[in-house]
């Protein structure tokens, strides 16, 4: 930790998110969101002569957070700002009069914990079987499908992967993740085999249709690199196909589901947090949740003393 910082409120904040840029890697999104949420923590200890971070104290950290409150901001808001301020003032090495640290005994809102939407085995299925691997399309999309169901990339990690990071000896992808962080991800057999289908018989024919060399594995039919709203689109008509509602599905359900499957069929959790590169185990650990709801939804579906088999008597 720095010692406190004598320069102005702007330039402690400039401070904290360049070091949360290079030292850390945050995502620019993040960066963005510390940005926005610093800016009205300075605006509100303006108003309150407070020049320079090291100046804060506890009651100016109580008040902001009260004040947020009185605005009407939800939870969840008032939580992620109050984090932002609070790893502000810690890298800064704020300290009060008293020479405490001015974060203590500040609570967080309680926010309500959300479920990730997943779905089930059978409905997976369904979506998978719904690319026709007969056609070039179908190659594709089967093929993009297989990869972020089995290994649980996120969207933007699977249209940006490389040739270079598949290694079908090994059965391994290495992606760029959130920040830039690099990841080696292992892919099951079904995955290889819709990848070396696409790469063989489909990729070929859409790679013709580029005006330059492309590196990426997955092609549009005009040769370029796959985007995200390409592949979200193809994805609602997949699951329209299939038989499911376009608007339960998403690149980031199928990620929910690699992982509640896998924690399911019994993976350690330290496992699928680093395949799943969240850098916290406490985000890998809402779909420990996930698992056990579904267990008693399948109780109360199938068992004949849950209640839904009761309650259709």
């Given at each position: 930790m720095r010692g406190p910082s004598a320069g102005s409120l702007r330039e402690g904040v400039a401070g904290f998110l360049a070091d949360a840029a290079v030292e850390r890697g945050l995502a620019p999104r993040t960066l963005e969101a510390y940005g926005r949420d610093l800016l009205r923590f300075e605006e509100y200890l303006a108003r309150r002569g407070v020049a320079s971070l090291a100046q804060v104290e506890r009651t100016h950290l109580a008040g902001f957070a009260a004040s947020l409150e009185r605005q009407g901001l939800a939870a969840r808001s008032r939580a992620r700002m109050l984090v932002a301020v609070r790893r502000c003032l810690r890298h800064a090495g704020a300290r009060g009069a008293d020479g405490g640290d001015p974060c203590a005994g500040v609570v967080l809102p309680r926010v309500p914990q959300a479920l990730p939407r997943v779905l089930r085995p059978d409905q997976t299925a369904a979506l998978l079987e719904a690319a026709d691997p007969r056609t070039t399309l179908g190659l594709r999309d089967r093929a993009m499908l297989e990869v972020l169901y089995g290994s649980g990339l996120r969207v933007g990690e699977l249209v940006a992967l490389p040739l270079s990071g598949l290694d079908a000896r090994t059965g391994l992808l290495r992606v760029r993740g959130?920040?830039?962080?690099?990841?080696?991800?292992?892919?099951?057999?079904?995955?290889?085999?819709?990848?070396?289908?696409?790469?063989?018989?489909?990729?070929?024919?859409?790679?013709?249709?580029?005006?330059?060399?492309?590196?990426?594995?997955?092609?549009?039919?005009?040769?370029?690199?796959?985007?995200?709203?390409?592949?979200?689109?193809?994805?609602?008509?997949?699951?329209?196909?299939?038989?499911?509602?376009?608007?339960?599905?998403?690149?980031?359900?199928?990620?929910?589901?690699?992982?509640?499957?896998?924690?399911?069929?019994?993976?350690?959790?330290?496992?699928?947090?680093?395949?799943?590169?969240?850098?916290?185990?406490?985000?890998?650990?809402?779909?420990?949740?996930?698992?056990?709801?579904?267990?008693?939804?399948?109780?109360?579906?199938?068992?004949?003393?849950?209640?839904?088999?009761?309650?259709?008597?």
């Amino acid at each position: 930790m720095r010692g406190p910082s004598a320069g102005s409120l702007r330039e402690g904040v400039a401070g904290f998110l360049a070091d949360a840029a290079v030292e850390r890697g945050l995502a620019p999104r993040t960066l963005e969101a510390y940005g926005r949420d610093l800016l009205r923590f300075e605006e509100y200890l303006a108003r309150r002569g407070v020049a320079s971070l090291a100046q804060v104290e506890r009651t100016h950290l109580a008040g902001f957070a009260a004040s947020l409150e009185r605005q009407g901001l939800a939870a969840r808001s008032r939580a992620r700002m109050l984090v932002a301020v609070r790893r502000c003032l810690r890298h800064a090495g704020a300290r009060g009069a008293d020479g405490g640290d001015p974060c203590a005994g500040v609570v967080l809102p309680r926010v309500p914990q959300a479920l990730p939407r997943v779905l089930r085995p059978d409905q997976t299925a369904a979506l998978l079987e719904a690319a026709d691997p007969r056609t070039t399309l179908g190659l594709r999309d089967r093929a993009m499908l297989e990869v972020l169901y089995g290994s649980g990339l996120r969207v933007g990690e699977l249209v940006a992967l490389p040739l270079s990071g598949l290694d079908a000896r090994t059965g391994l992808l290495r992606v760029r993740g959130k920040g830039g962080r690099e990841r080696v991800v292992p892919i099951g057999e079904p995955g290889l085999a819709a990848l070396a289908a696409w790469l063989e018989r489909g990729r070929p024919l859409f790679a013709r249709a580029a005006r330059g060399r492309c590196d990426a594995v997955f092609l549009s039919r005009r040769g370029a690199a796959m985007t995200r709203q390409n592949f979200f689109l193809r994805l609602r008509a997949l699951a329209r196909a299939a038989g499911l509602e376009a608007g339960s599905v998403s690149p980031h359900v199928l990620r929910h589901a690699f992982a509640t499957d896998l924690l399911e069929g019994g993976a350690d959790l330290r496992a699928v947090q680093a395949m799943l590169g969240h850098a916290d185990l406490a985000t890998t650990q809402i779909y420990t949740h996930v698992s056990r709801s579904r267990l008693r939804e399948t109780v109360d579906r199938r068992h004949p003393r849950g209640g839904a088999r009761r309650s259709a008597r």
